[in-house]
T-cell receptor, first 115, second 112 residues
């Protein structure tokens, strides 16, 4: 049973460019959340997708957008990249309605460096 | 809003020492509380959890007790090993919520 898979694992972009990160949730999970973890900080919630719609959003600008596909996989898009967007982007999957913590699984993350 | 405050790091201990990493939280209602661990170059792994007051979560020799009266969830281990070197995050999930709110993390280094 594959867990949460993310791609790419590492990438380097230039300021002003756009990036797309991808996530496949754990089998049987229908909800995908994205977190940004800056160096030396805890993860910060970006948004959550369920039934192909954004359900919750953290304090991130509109440059951050996402999508969920019918197979529950998800993409995170960041436009007009800034140096401050350099971070580890974590995808988490869960089952909607289950509120116990062990239903949230994290991927290994995508390391984004903006130069 | 909900928030988590963790003990500042880094923490450096010798093997077999006793470990405590403090965590306090602010939340309305009855949140669930978690400790996650992040080994170098890896994602987050759930270490332990507690979903109601006075619950004790435990795993791999680590323990934490959900103390509502002091709004705390301190992580403890009686005898640490070099392999416990990692960054530890305290987190909460608000009642009925799906997202996690994390503390800033505590880097732990265990020397042989």
């Amino acid at each position: 049973d594959a867990g949460v898979t993310q791609s790419p694992t590492h990438l380097i972009k230039t300021r002003g460019q756009q990036v797309t990160l991808r996530c496949s949730p754990k089998s049987g999970h229908d909800t995908v959340s994205w977190y940004q973890q800056a160096l030396g900080q805890g993860p910060q919630f970006i948004f959550q997708y369920y039934e192909e719609e954004e359900r919750q959003r953290g304090n991130f600008p509109d440059r951050f957008s996402g999508h969920q596909f019918p197979n529950y996989s998800s993409e995170l898009n960041v436009n007009a990249l800034l140096l401050g967007d350099s971070a580890l982007y974590l995808c988490a999957s869960s089952i909607r309605g289950q509120v116990t913590g062990n239903t949230i699984y994290f991927g290994e993350g995508s390391w984004l460096t903006v130069v | 809003g909900n928030s988590v405050t963790q003990m500042e790091g880094p923490v450096t201990l010798s093997e077999e020492a006793f470990l405590t990493i403090n965590c306090t939280y602010t939340a309305t209602g009855y949140p669930s509380l978690f400790w996650y661990v992040q080994y170098p170059g890896e994602g987050l792994q759930l270490l332990l959890k507690a979903t109601k007051a006075d619950d004790k979560g435990s795993n791999k020799g680590f323990e934490a007790t959900y103390r509502k009266e002091t709004t705390s969830f301190h992580l403890e281990k009686g005898s640490v090993q070099v392999s416990d070197s990692a960054v530890y995050f305290c987190a909460l999930k608000g009642q009925g919520a799906q997202k996690l709110v994390f503390g800033q993390g505590t880097r732990l280094t265990i020397n042989p």
